[in-house]
């Protein structure tokens, strides 16, 4: 005998169900906000005499250092209304600006203040590998890649990518991970809450986060030294195996694990090692307050 709460059909079954999915798409359809448009720009600038500035406030911005004389810009922008006819109008609101300063160019992504959260611009930026970037994206991801001159990439809640640069770095980002492969340069990282990893980097490091761990792989020492420093977190540092350094570590709450022979080496009760790689040299200084310090 079937069960008598079972249905009758596989008509009544998917009446059910579509009768749901009815309610839900109309309790959808009047969430403010809830329609999207999409549109796509691109055009090319003549590439300035001095560097370029670029600032985008919402969505993600890709930066690419190439053997070209100009700049491509292409925009994917986006926005939310509360119809299809508002989404477009905002989209039409949105612009890309470039604006001549001396002999630098500055890029910048303009939506109007009132619909700041419902509106972003994914940028993708080509231009000449030699030119000077600076570039400030506020909530999105940041990649620079192929650059031959300086960098400076800052990014309020977005995590940063710099990859094949040469020059100068200058990299912070307030809530998320920085990652810098294959660089060379002085290099000064700054990360509040979020990890900090070096893939083989030639060249200074002043890198610190309050909360995250660093992992270093160094290719190459040079001679400005290293300082990584970390408040909440494990800091790895992975150095070439013949190198001339002064090393000195130091743990307030934690374990300091070394894999490298020190020469005159000393071990305080404080939680602080100090010692010689090779014939000394450049001072390399780790610092944790709540952590491990692995020496490899």
Not at 127 to 135: D, E, G, K, Y
Not at 237 to 254: H, K, Q
Request: aromatic share 2%.
């Amino acid at each position: 005998m079937r069960n008598r709460f079972e249905s009758d059909s596989e008509d009544e079954r998917y009446g059910e169900r579509s009768g749901l999915g009815g309610i839900l798409r109309s309790l959808l359809a009047g969430i403010p906000w809830s329609d999207r448009a999409e549109t796509e720009e691109q055009f090319e600038l003549d590439a300035p005499a001095g560097g370029v500035k670029i600032h985008n406030a919402n969505g993600r911005t890709r930066v690419l250092g190439e053997d070209r004389d100009n700049i491509a810009v292409r925009a994917v922008k986006h926005a939310r209304a509360e119809s299809t006819e508002a989404a477009e109008r905002l989209l039409d609101a949105i612009r890309v600006t470039a604006t001549e300063a001396g002999e630098n160019l500055e890029l910048d992504v303009v939506i109007p203040r009132k619909w700041n959260r419902h509106g972003n611009v994914h940028l993708e930026v080509r231009l000449p590998r030699t030119i000077q970037v600076a570039v400030i994206a506020s909530n999105g991801r940041l990649c620079l890649e192929g650059m031959r001159n300086s960098v400076r990439a800052r990014s309020s809640n977005g995590p940063v990518h710099v990859e094949d640069v040469v020059g100068d770095l200058q990299v912070h980002t307030s809530n998320a991970k920085i990652v810098c492969q294959c660089t060379s340069g002085r290099l000064m990282a700054r990360s509040s809450n979020g990890k900090i990893e070096l893939r083989d980097h030639r060249g200074p490091v002043d890198a610190s986060t309050s909360n995250g761990v660093i992992s270093a792989y160094l290719a190459d020492v040079g001679e400005g030294g290293i300082v990584l420093a970390t408040s909440n977190g494990r800091i790895i540092l992975t150095l070439p195996e013949n190198v001339d350094a002064d090393i000195d570590m130091r743990v307030d709450n934690g374990v300091i694990r070394n894999d490298r022979v020190l020469a005159s080496q000393t071990r305080e009760s404080n939680g602080r090692v100090r010692g010689t790689l090779g014939r000394g040299g450049s001072l390399i200084k780790l610092r944790t307050s709540n952590g491990t310090i692995s020496l490899r």
